[in-house]
């Protein structure tokens, strides 16, 4: 009995310094370079699409919901089996997907960053250091960012819904830290603006959870179109 109990102990400790590592994740202060990118926001504001913090919260639901459908997608198909394989297939057919320079690039150096750091980090989960190490130098892997989160959220140990909730989090986060630098909204403006978002985003998250990588798709096509002027802009701020 005691031997049970010392068990349950041992356990429940474990899944508790696990939920450590997965609120990491999560934290802002972790140095994936995402807050170097914009989403395309920064050509949205020189294109005129975006003017206004109305503008922006409607070019923020058009990003979210284009994020679920088309990324979304890898990150639960790579989070079912977290494995060197599957992410592999996966990475490279979102590759292939990304048909965009600016985005694809984003993608692989947030990816890369992500993956360089969770190795690191998170010493509890050898597979990390071992796939990443295994994958390094080879020319058919890419390390695209959603397949990347979807395999390290499966060997954290977090369940799909929350893993893709959490996806969309990082997003609604970056591009509104972005909106900030870019002095279209406020702090606090960005900060009720996220809650305010929030609801719409649980709606986006239901809409488009749980399906395969095979049914990935783009909503917003416009938003790529003007991602894809990055490129061209006469002073930028950020890298995409």
Known sequence: MEEDERCDIVMSRAASCMQWSQWQLLDSILPTGGFAHSFGLEAAVQTRLVSSP??????????????????????????????????HKLDG??????TNQVSSKASIS??????????????????????????LGSKNVYFHHAPIFGLVCGLLGMDPETSQRAYLFVTL???????????????????????RIAIVAETVLEKWMDREA???CQTSPLLDVVQGCHGYLFSRLFCS
């Open 93 to 98: 057919i979102l590759n292939a997907t990304l």
């Open 214 to 216: 095979s049914e990935a």
């Open 54 to 87: 109305e503008d922006l919260e409607t070019h923020i639901i058009h990003l979210l919901d284009n994020t679920a459908s088309l990324l979304l997608p890898f990150v639960y198909s790579t989070l079912k089996s977290p494995d060197i394989e599957t992410w």
């Open 110 to 135: 947030q990816g890369s960053a992500l993956f360089r750091i969770v190795a690191s980090v998170f010493t509890e989960i050898p597979n990390l250091k071992m796939i990443r190490d295994a994958s």
């Open 173 to 195: 986060r970056d591009v509104l830290s972005a909106a900030t630098r870019l002095n279209i909204v406020g702090p606090m403006g960005a900060s009720v603006m996220q809650h």
